[in-house]
């Protein structure tokens, strides 16, 4: 049973839906005016966060979500969870505009979506037992029946992460767990609504090298078995390329370039996205190819440059590319589902 | 003779209800003027504590064995005061964390020009112009240096951070994750920044980093720590191509890379606590490929080639076994990321 039948929203009539698709989805915010800006009365301006970004993802598919810092990745992951409101565009979860649902309609839909953080180590109460942290949104919700049934809710999902034998981590306290376990936890904590789609917002950056393939492969595993989308948010390219079977690559709050995770990595058309690749240090000594390091960092998302937005920081930038705004299209001689915003690709 | 030498480092924490913390044991490494090396290692090995001690600014709690030389004179032997005079003017460091520790109240300049005049660099109109110069060096404007450090951006902030730690004109810098909290376009700008003051400046760096692809793309030589010891020491190539403990190969398999198609493992379990006399081999109970010896004998170290070292007992067994050994185990670990009983990572 999914939540919109919960609420009484039929999913729409069309073709398989897939599990969630954004729709030239915007979120501006305003920026908040000093005292003297107010007496002068200038005009609000905005943030453009998010200006108009499209994908889909479909059940048992891991897209990645990358891009530097300030480019939009985590307030997009935060409007799909309606944690701000977009301001314009749609948001279909299985086949439901969540963008126009009141925030009591939502609630029953939010339980199909859990968010995974960053630092398992604000995620999580240090006064709670794992026990108390993995019952907690099955109180809030309303679900998981009786005490015993919870329990075994509880140890299923502490199995499910790999923390086994459950008994053995389900009285213990946060400080008592590793980095990794605490993540672990938080996932187990997200498992037991049974989500539809996980939202991780960098789930491994705050962890040791050593064990991030661990939690990755958690991930993995989930959606492939458990038959779950997974929005993965990344500054690492390195994982996104491991994990994810599709990569977008934002700037400035759009996505520039987006296709299956080897093709982009392989075959990058954006200038963007090449650089970026450039940068990314290899594991091999012997293979030190020359980065090419963009000058400068993200611009803010007040003053968003006409044209294409990266043409300023663009080496091959030309004329036209300060005025005309490139939409995303094919390029030539790409594989299916490989669209790049760029007039010269 | 090296520029830096580090002798049988070791540093002891006093915990409370007498028990001590063996930090770091044993450590030895030495560089020469221009060098770069790198120190890896997972989070709590040692690695700060390392570098702190070669500054001599352990907080009073520690005690500290062993003996750092710079230029052949040994700089710890005579306490606070002989450790004085060499402090940022031979030997600085970069702080982990620093761009965010900078003074918020003052003007970026004048934290440069503070340590000048205080080491008696220089001081009034000559200082604050050597300081501009520094912050030109660095990639900063030298107007900027009137500004606050919130108004700088993440990547000016570190550049700043590295001016001050250059201000008395060191032959030795030790950068602490000198990029961990950047986007890799602005890690790649900092690095090429270091790598570029290392040749023009002469520069001896030492980079503290868990990200051994980091080390890979800057360092010539490193040295791989755990638990307090270097477990190995060596060209960046060698340890990449034919690592000789099995630490140094499996933080290498835990690691994803851009191009890499092979899977990315995580290794089994966590470091051991430090509180604890450790018997063996300290790595031993997460070893894919550890001997019966390894329990009860502490490996010590062994020349593997030019300037190559390890301490692991499978290099005493001839080369086949050795290989065979490893060999078996590595493809036998392949399958679960995490060991069902020992707990995940
Ligand atoms: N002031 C202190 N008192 C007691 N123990 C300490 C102190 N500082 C560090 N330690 C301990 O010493 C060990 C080494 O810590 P250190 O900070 O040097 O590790 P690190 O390799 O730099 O780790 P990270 O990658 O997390 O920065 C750890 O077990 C740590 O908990
Ligand atoms: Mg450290």
Same mark, same amino acid.
């Given at each position: 049973?999914?939540?919109?039948?919960?609420?009484?929203? #039929?999913?729409?009539?069309?073709?398989?839906?897939?599990?969630?698709?954004?729709?030239?989805?915007?979120?501006?915010?305003?920026?908040?005016?000093?005292?003297?800006?107010?007496?002068?009365?200038?005009?609000?301006?905005?943030?453009?966060?998010?200006?108009?970004?499209?994908?889909?993802?479909?059940?048992?598919? &891991?897209? =990645?979500?990358?891009?530097?810092?300030?480019?939009?990745?985590?307030?997009?992951?935060?409007?799909?969870?309606?944690?701000?409101?977009?301001?314009?565009?749609?948001?279909?979860?299985?086949?439901?505009?969540?963008?126009?649902?009141?925030?009591?309609?939502?609630?029953?839909?939010?339980?199909?979506?859990?968010?995974?953080?960053?630092?398992?180590?604000?995620?999580?109460?240090?006064?709670?037992?794992?026990?108390?942290?993995? #019952?907690?949104?099955?109180?809030?919700?309303?679900?998981?029946?009786?005490?015993?049934?919870?329990?075994?809710?509880?140890?299923?999902?502490? #199995?499910?992460?790999?923390?086994?034998?459950?008994?053995?981590?389900?009285?213990?306290?946060?400080?008592?767990?590793?980095?990794?376990?605490?993540?672990?936890?938080?996932?187990?904590?997200?498992?037991?609504?049974?989500?539809?789609?996980?939202? =991780?917002?960098?789930?491994?950056?705050?962890?040791?090298?050593?064990?991030? =393939?661990?939690?990755?492969?958690?991930?993995?595993?989930?959606?492939?078995?458990?038959?779950?989308?997974?929005? &993965?948010?990344?500054?690492?390219?390195?994982?996104?390329?491991?994990?994810?079977?599709?990569?977008?690559? &934002?700037?400035?709050?759009?996505?520039?370039?987006?296709?299956?995770?080897?093709?982009?990595?392989?075959?990058?058309?954006?200038?963007?996205?090449?650089?970026?690749?450039?940068?990314?240090?290899?594991?091999?000594?012997?293979?030190?190819?020359?980065?090419?390091?963009?000058?400068?960092?993200?611009?803010?998302?007040?003053?968003?440059?006409?044209?294409?937005?990266?043409?300023?920081?663009?080496?091959?930038?030309?004329?036209?590319?300060?005025?005309?705004?490139?939409?995303?299209?094919?390029?030539?001689?790409?594989?299916?589902?490989?669209?790049?915003?760029?007039?010269?690709? | 003779?090296?520029?830096?030498?580090?002798?049988?480092?070791?540093?002891?924490?006093?915990?409370?209800?007498?028990?001590?913390?063996?930090?770091?044991?044993?450590?030895?490494?030495?560089?020469?003027?221009?060098?770069?090396?790198?120190?890896?290692?997972?989070?709590?090995?040692?690695?700060?504590?390392?570098?702190?001690?070669?500054?001599?600014?352990?907080?009073?709690?520690?005690?500290?064995?062993?003996?750092?030389?710079?230029?052949?004179?040994?700089?710890?032997?005579?306490?606070?005061?002989?450790?004085?005079?060499?402090?940022?003017?031979?030997?600085?460091?970069?702080?982990?964390?620093?761009?965010?520790?900078?003074?918020?109240?003052?003007?970026?300049?004048?934290?440069?020009?503070?340590?000048?005049?205080?080491?008696?660099?220089?001081?009034?109109?000559?200082?604050?112009?050597?300081?501009?110069?520094?912050?030109?060096?660095?990639?900063?404007?030298?107007?900027?240096?009137?500004?606050?450090?919130?108004?700088?951006?993440?990547?000016?902030?570190?550049?700043?951070?590295?001016?001050?730690?250059?201000?008395?004109?060191?032959?030795?810098?030790?950068?602490?994750?000198?990029?961990?909290?950047?986007?890799?376009?602005?890690?790649?700008?900092?690095?090429?920044?270091?790598?570029?003051?290392?040749?023009?400046?002469?520069?001896?760096?030492?980079?503290?980093?868990?990200?051994?692809?980091?080390?890979?793309?800057?360092?010539?030589?490193?040295?791989?720590?755990?638990?307090?010891?270097?477990?190995?020491?060596?060209?960046?190539?060698?340890?990449?191509?034919?690592? /000789?403990?099995?630490?140094?190969?499996?933080?290498?398999?835990?690691?994803?890379?851009?191009?890499?198609?092979?899977?990315?493992?995580?290794?089994?379990?966590?470091?051991?606590?430090?509180?604890?006399?450790?018997?063996?081999?300290?790595?031993?109970? /997460?070893?894919?490929?550890?001997?019966?010896?390894?329990?009860?004998?502490?490996?010590?170290? /062994?020349?593997?080639?030019?300037?190559?070292?390890?301490?692991?007992?499978?290099?005493?067994?001839?080369?086949?076994?050795?290989?065979?050994?490893?060999?078996?185990?590595?493809?036998?670990?392949?399958?679960?990321?995490?060991?069902?009983?020992?707990?995940?990572?």
């Amino acid at each position: 049973m999914s939540g919109l039948e919960e609420i009484g929203l #039929e999913p729409r009539a069309s073709a398989p839906a897939a599990l969630l698709e954004v729709e030239d989805l915007k979120t501006h915010y305003p920026v908040r005016r000093g005292v003297t800006e107010r007496l002068m009365r200038r005009p609000r301006r905005l943030v453009h966060a998010v200006d108009g970004i499209s994908f889909s993802l479909a059940r048992g598919e &891991m897209v =990645a979500l990358v891009g530097e810092s300030g480019c939009g990745k985590t307030t997009t992951a935060q409007t799909i969870l309606r944690m701000v409101d977009p301001t314009s565009g749609a948001i279909r979860l299985n086949g439901t505009d969540t963008t126009r649902l009141s925030q009591r309609r939502l609630r029953p839909l939010r339980r199909r979506l859990q968010m995974i953080y960053q630092d398992p180590y604000e995620s999580l109460d240090p006064r709670f037992r794992v026990r108390q942290t993995i #019952e907690e949104p099955m109180l809030v919700h309303g679900i998981g029946g009786s005490r015993k049934e919870r329990h075994d809710r509880t140890l299923e999902a502490l #199995e499910r992460v790999e923390l086994s034998p459950a008994e053995l981590y389900v009285d213990r306290y946060p400080h008592e767990l590793s980095g990794g376990q605490r993540q672990r936890v938080a996932i187990a904590t997200s498992l037991v609504l049974d989500p539809d789609l996980l939202l =991780a917002d960098e789930p491994v950056s705050m962890l040791d090298v050593s064990v991030r =393939a661990g939690v990755l492969s958690l991930l993995d595993g989930l959606r492939r078995d458990g038959n779950m989308g997974i929005l &993965m948010i990344t500054h690492d390219l390195s994982t996104a390329a491991h994990f994810a079977d599709r990569i977008a690559v &934002m700037y400035l709050g759009r996505i520039v370039e987006h296709g299956p995770a080897k093709e982009v990595v392989r075959d990058p058309r954006h200038p963007y996205t090449r650089a970026l690749l450039s940068v990314v240090p290899k594991r091999d000594p012997r293979d030190r190819s020359s980065p090419q390091i963009l000058k400068g960092e993200t611009p803010n998302p007040i003053d968003v440059p006409s044209g294409c937005r990266f043409h300023p920081r663009c080496p091959i930038a030309e004329e036209r590319c300060t005025r005309e705004d490139p939409r995303l299209r094919r390029p030539p001689a790409t594989g299916d589902g490989h669209e790049v915003a760029c007039l010269l690709a | 003779m090296s520029l830096l030498e580090v002798r049988e480092l070791h540093v002891w924490f006093d915990l409370q209800e007498g028990r001590e913390l063996h930090a770091v044991q044993g450590v030895s490494f030495g560089l020469d003027a221009g060098e770069r090396f790198g120190l890896v290692g997972e989070s709590g090995c040692g690695k700060t504590t390392t570098i702190l001690g070669l500054m001599g600014l352990l907080p009073p709690t520690a005690s500290v064995a062993g003996e750092v030389l710079v230029g052949g004179e040994s700089i710890l032997a005579g306490g606070e005061s002989s450790v004085r005079s060499h402090r940022w003017n031979d030997i600085a460091m970069i702080f982990q964390g620093a761009m965010n520790a900078l003074n918020p109240v003052k003007k970026v300049l004048w934290q440069i020009v503070e340590p000048m005049e205080l080491h008696g660099i220089a001081d009034g109109t000559q200082a604050r112009r050597m300081a501009g110069d520094l912050l030109e060096m660095v990639g900063i404007p030298a107007s900027a240096g009137e500004r606050y450090p919130h108004e700088f951006s993440g990547g000016m902030r570190q550049r700043a951070a590295i001016a001050m730690a250059l201000a008395c004109q060191p032959k030795i810098l030790l950068a602490d994750e000198p990029t961990t909290a950047l986007d890799v376009m602005v890690q790649a700008q900092i690095l090429e920044l270091l790598v570029g003051l290392s040749n023009d400046l002469g520069l001896a760096l030492v980079l503290v980093t868990h990200d051994l692809p980091v080390v890979a793309q800057v360092c010539e030589r490193a040295a791989v720590m755990y638990a307090g010891e270097i477990v190995e020491e060596g060209p960046t190539e060698a340890l990449y191509h034919a690592p /000789r403990h099995p630490y140094t190969r499996l933080l290498f398999a835990a690691t994803p890379d851009l191009y890499g198609d092979e899977a990315v493992v995580s290794i089994p379990g966590a470091p051991p606590r430090l509180d604890r006399a450790i018997e063996g081999c300290a790595f031993r109970p /997460r070893c894919d490929s550890s001997l019966d010896r390894c329990e009860s004998e502490h490996p010590e170290f /062994r020349a593997m080639g030019a300037g190559h070292r390890a301490a692991c007992h499978l290099n005493d067994l001839p080369g086949e076994e050795r290989a065979a050994r490893e060999g078996a185990r590595r493809a036998g670990s392949a399958a679960p990321a995490a060991t069902p009983g020992g707990g995940a990572p």
